[in-house]
């Protein structure tokens, strides 16, 4: 059968370059929308994605394009997700294609993301059409920076499309050269069905929702479908594709994209990589698959309300039917109650999480500080995995400990190299290499994880003043000298504020707490002693000084609606503390506390 007139393409971009709004443009060209529809952004579904302006869920568009030659092309359009804690959902998704198009900001120049994601791109061998974006603003330098791509990356770029996604300006620049410069996909239409898995997300009124990817065969309504990995076979019911509207096609045939439905209810069914076939007529060889991605860091959650925690449990495992990357086990704390242990893909994984749960479940949560997965090699020769500093074993059985390290890239205009490259020293990085392409840096360093997962792109952003990027990779564990340092709160021990720290920055690290604290935690009526303890050594401690009784009596003067409205106040504010001994410690204090400058 004639596959040459069909087309699979990412588009790859850093963030903020411009992806969604060039995907919007060549849904709008292809007449996928009318104006009104347009209106909305149609490949970011959900609020908060739109609202934060990143696309978290990789979803695919079949558009059809007539050409300049006359021809009609199928075009597919995959959505790939931008940011660096889905790097890994990037490179599942570009196996799907054949191309990709590489969206640059044409006033910013190449990104940390840029080169991740175009990595990707050539390790996927895909087709890669540079796209220089926003050159409506004054700013773009589209010559210099195509020249910055042809030095950083290796690509050439005497052919790259000059565009405005924003104002629409050579939009079918772009679609010619997706029909003149991608190549067609490959495969058999008459060999038995083998198609790949290549996203799943949970909808509440079809079950879940397949994105395949056909690589011979045909799939259809009413086949049974068997998913090779997991064994499991289901009768398809629904075969279609997004147009971005989903609509019902008769068949999926060998080199295009669509979706199916088959009575699934959980994502957790639909490994990501599979291989679907037949199940009567089943291909020899399944597809290569991927690796699944590996959560690399842990926090705990508490309801702020102990009469909460089913409801919070409810939503976790609502949330988990439409994301299978995130993880959660039960978890006890003394200072914190019944909670979970959850683990994500990186930092803003986790916030888009944690910020579901307040929105769409109303929970008010008490968040612990994040934390790596830590490897203890103990005494006797067993491994085990510490997920949460409190866990942490007797030293006495630790021969050694490893922590996790990543391989990070990033991108800083000259200025501000010397406070970066300061910063990822105190983090403990190691410089494994630095160039120059024009006025910008690129740094690469070995830094541990542990170092990173709090507030490292905070302060890169605030000291490059938004100019610098970011991307990592985890490379590897190795053993490193750490130990736990706990915090007391008038003399008794605050589980989830616990940490573990490089032995030489514990004391600093330490010190640092207790002065947060100390500003954290409100006055009590008598005095608190805050310390930081490494076992049984107090390493730093600060002192609460108690309130003044006069101002107490105040409150209870004045008349009744003043009273009633301090006493609501009150209770507004009783609501995110959490009483510990003799102590309320407000619910921001876990997190603000180990937050360092
Ligand atoms: P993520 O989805 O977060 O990865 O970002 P993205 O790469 O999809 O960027 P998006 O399309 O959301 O665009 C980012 C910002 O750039 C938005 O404010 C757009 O309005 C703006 N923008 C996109 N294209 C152009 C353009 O051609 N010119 C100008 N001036 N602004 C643009």
Redesign the pocket.
């Known amino acids: 059968s004639d596959l040459s007139h069909i087309r699979n393409f990412a588009?790859i971009?850093?963030?903020?370059?411009?992806?969604?709004?060039?995907?919007?443009r060549l849904i709008q060209v292809c007449g996928g929308l009318t104006d009104r529809e347009m209106k909305e952004?149609v490949?970011?579904s959900m609020d908060l994605?739109r609202e934060?302006?990143?696309?978290i869920k990789a979803q695919t568009v079949r558009l059809n394009y007539t050409a300049k030659n006359g021809r009609t092309y199928q075009l597919n359009l995959m959505d790939t997700?931008?940011?660096v804690d889905f790097a890994y959902e990037v490179s599942r998704s570009l196996a799907a294609c054949e191309g990709s198009i590489l969206?640059v900001?044409a006033?910013q120049g190449v990104e940390a993301q840029t080169l991740a994601n175009v990595y990707q791109a050539i390790e996927a061998n895909h087709e890669i059409i540079p796209v220089l974006?926003?050159?409506?603003?004054p700013a773009a330098e589209p010559a210099r920076v195509k020249e910055q791509i042809e030095d950083v990356i290796g690509i050439d770029c005497a052919d790259a499309v000059e565009?405005?996604?924003?104002?629409g300006?050579n939009i079918e620049g772009v679609l010619e050269s997706i029909c003149a410069r991608l190549p067609a996909p490959q495969g058999d239409e008459k060999a038995p069905l083998k198609a790949m898995l290549v996203d799943s997300w949970y909808d509440p009124y079809l079950g879940v929702i397949i994105l395949v990817r056909i690589k011979d065969g045909v799939l259809k309504k009413g086949q049974k479908v068997l998913m090779m990995q997991s064994g499991a076979t289901h009768p398809v019911d629904r075969v279609g594709v997004f147009s971005p509207k989903m609509e019902e096609v008769k068949e999926l045939k060998a080199g295009e994209m669509g979706f199916i439905t088959a009575g699934i209810k959980s994502v957790a069914d639909c490994n990501v990589g599979d291989t679907i076939t037949e199940d009567g007529r089943r291909c020899a060889e399944p597809l290569p698959g991927f690796k699944p991605s590996i959560p690399v860091v842990f926090c705990g959650l508490f309801p702020v309300d102990a009469s909460d925690f089913e409801h919070l449990r409810d939503s976790l495992a609502k949330l988990r039917l439409n994301d299978s990357s995130f993880e959660y086990v039960p978890e006890t704390s003394a200072a914190l109650g019944f909670g979970f242990r959850c683990g994500f893909l990186g930092l803003l994984h986790m916030e888009i999480i944690q910020e579901r749960l307040d929105r769409e479940f109303d929970l008010d949560l008490i968040t612990t500080a994040p934390s790596v997965v830590y490897r203890m090699h103990m005494t006797d020769g067993t491994l085990k995995e510490l997920h949460n500093p409190a866990d942490m074993p007797d030293v006495m059985k630790i021969d050694f400990i490893e922590e996790p390290w990543v391989k990070a890239t990033i991108m800083v205009p000259d200025d501000y190299l010397g406070p970066i490259l300061q910063l990822c020293t105190e983090r403990r990085g190691i410089q494994l290499d630095l160039t120059y392409a024009g006025n910008r840096a690129m740094a690469v360093y070995k830094l541990p994880l542990n170092e990173i997962v709090f507030d490292f792109y905070d302060r890169l952003k605030s000291i490059s003043k938004g100019y610098a990027s970011f991307d990592y990779e985890v490379a590897d564990y190795s053993e490193s000298d750490l130990v736990k340092v706990g915090i007391l709160v008038n003399g008794e021990p605050v589980d989830a504020l616990a940490f573990i720290a490089h032995r030489t920055q514990a004391e600093f690290r330490g010190r640092a707490i207790c002065a947060r604290l100390k500003d954290l935690i409100p006055r009590h009526l008598f005095k608190i002693p805050i310390q930081a303890a490494i076992g049984g050594k107090v390493i730093a401690r600060e002192t609460i000084a108690a309130m003044r009784k006069d101002v107490t009596a105040k409150c209870y003067g004045g008349d009744i609606s003043r009273k009633r409205k301090l006493l609501d106040k009150q209770k507004e504010g009783k609501k995110r503390m959490r009483q510990f001994g003799k102590v309320e410690i407000p619910q921001t204090a876990f997190i603000n506390a180990l937050k360092m400058d």
């Open positions: 588009i971009a850093h963030i903020d370059h411009g992806k969604s709004t060039l995907a919007d952004q490949l970011d994605e934060r302006g990143i696309t997700p931008g940011h969206v900001d006033s974006n926003k050159i409506d603003l565009v405005s996604a924003k104002s300006l």
